[in-house]
Structure formats: C-alpha cells, structure tokens
C-alpha cells in the first residue's frame, strides 16, 4: 500500500481540491484506493466526495480522575504535570481535562492512588464509501484544544488498499505533523502568492526534518508571479503539477462537484498526477 499526504503551508491553496480529485482519478482507474480527511477540525471532503456512511465511533482520550478520599494533598501530581492539567489549591486537587495530554504519569507517580485513568470523549469518527472510493474522516467536538488524538483516530481507521490518500490539515503544527507521519510521499499544494511562498517554505522544512520525501502542485500557477516556481526549481524540489487559475473550477466548487468530472482538461492533470505518485511508488 502506498501512503500520500496531501498538504499545505496554508489553507486555502486547493489541498482538498487535489485530494479529492486525485482519489477519484485512482477510482476511475480500477485503483483501490482510500481517502482519509485527517482536517478534524474542519473536514470538507465529504462535501465533494459524497460518501454513504456505513457507521461511526467516538474518539476518546485519557484523563486522570481523582477519589478525594484517598488523597493526601502531596502536590506530585501537579509538580509531573507539564502541561498544567492539575493544580493544588489550599487542601483541594483541581483537574482540567482540556489540557490533558493523556501521558499518565500523574496516576502513576501518585503515592496514595488517589488518581485513575478515566476516558473524555474529544471526537468521532464517519467511516463509509463513496462508490468505489473507502472514505474515513474525523470530527473534532467544538470547543477541543488538541486534534491529534482524533487525527490517529482517523488513521488508525486505514483499510486495506492500494493507494492510501491522507487529507491533512493546513499549516506546520502538531496536527500536521501527526497527520504525515508514516506517509511514503508529502504532495505539498502551494499557490504563486507571497504568503503561499512563505508557508510553503515552513512546510519544506518541516518535511526535510520529518526525513519524508516530498513534491509540490502549483495551484493557480498562471496568475502571474514566478517566485514560487522559482524557489522550487532553486531548491530542487519538484513541481509534479501545475493547475492554472479557471473560474469553471471555482464555479465547481462552489457547487461541491469534482473538477476531475465536470471541467474539460482537468481529468488528465488528475490523471497525469496520478501516474507520476504511482512511478514513485514503483522506483
């Protein structure tokens, strides 16, 4: 099975667009392929994709729980804790689940046992098909700091197939990071726009230190400024697509259709792009 996460310096630049249209194109192929909406917080494939779900489950967390009358108000739990999920206050142990990282070491330090592991929901996940297509994302319940543990939540959801396609969320952070590990290739969407630039070159370096080889598709790659081709071609990173700027897209979009399926022209960008991931795959 080949892993590809699709993703970006910043939002906007048309990940979900290539993700979407990249598993159709692998669809119409006869590829097995899975599409996986890693962006919990703001999952919009299914809006393109339309999937039938099969069924859901909910994510969730570890967090400590405290049986006051075991406690001796010693102060450890609060002293191991980095992330400032427990504080003493005078006689009385105060727990913040929403900072909770889950690392268990407050009830394992803890002399008296007064603290056990207990479980918060933060998430759930939709798992279905979308014809032929496996699809699995993620939600991430309103109000929630942290996404990784439903973004492994969504992975850990990885059906058998041939192509495995991981819509990642936006950005250089945690979310991220935990939504690339383990990918065999990044496919890094940019735009030739000075921010687009700039985050672009967070995501290289964050990729280059991740040790996770890597390309770019530029999106809307004929409106005029040449620096990011520039940048790529100077740094030696290559540009497996480039998608010019079509109002018909925008138009598609906006309708939740597939580019791939509606505008003239772009079923062999999709399919083109599709063979040069498969070679990589292959080499």
Not at 150 to 167: M, T
Not at 170 to 185: A, F, H, K, L, M
């Amino acid at each position: 099975m080949m892993r590809i996460a699709i993703a970006s310096g910043k939002g906007g630049t048309g990940k979900t667009t290539v993700a979407t249209n990249l598993a159709l194109a692998a669809s119409g192929k006869g590829i097995d392929v899975a599409y996986m909406d890693c962006d919990v917080e703001e999952p919009n494939g299914a809006l393109f994709l339309k999937p039938c779900m099969d069924r859901s489950a909910q994510v969730n967390v570890s967090v400590p729980e405290i049986d006051n009358a075991k406690c001796v108000i010693c102060g450890i739990c609060a002293k191991i804790c980095k992330f400032n999920a427990i504080a003493v206050l005078g006689k009385k142990v105060l727990i913040f689940p929403e900072l909770c990282h889950g690392c268990a070491g407050c009830w394992l330090v803890c002399p008296a046992g007064a603290l056990s592991e207990a479980r918060r929901a933060t998430g759930r996940l939709e798992i279905g098909h979308a014809g032929k297509i496996k699809f699995v994302h993620g939600l991430l319940n309103v109000g929630e700091a942290m996404s990784p543990p439903v973004i492994r939540g969504v992975k850990a959801q990885a059906p058998d197939c041939d192509l495995l396609i991981v819509d990642s969320p936006p950005g250089t952070s945690c979310p991220v990071i935990e939504s690339v590990r383990g990918s065999d290739y990044v496919v890094l969407v940019t735009e030739p726009t000075p921010f687009g630039l700039n985050d672009l070159r967070l995501a290289v370096e964050m990729l280059r230190a991740l040790g996770i080889a890597f390309g770019t598709v530029i999106n809307r790659a004929d409106s005029g400024d040449l620096k990011t081709r520039e940048f790529c071609l100077d740094s030696k990173i290559e540009i497996l697509a480039e998608i010019p700027d079509d109002r018909r897209v925008a138009e598609a979009y906006s309708r939740g259709e597939m580019a791939f399926s509606t505008v003239p022209g772009y079923r062999e960008i999709f399919d083109g792009l599709l063979d040069v991931l498969i070679s990589k795959s292959k080499s």
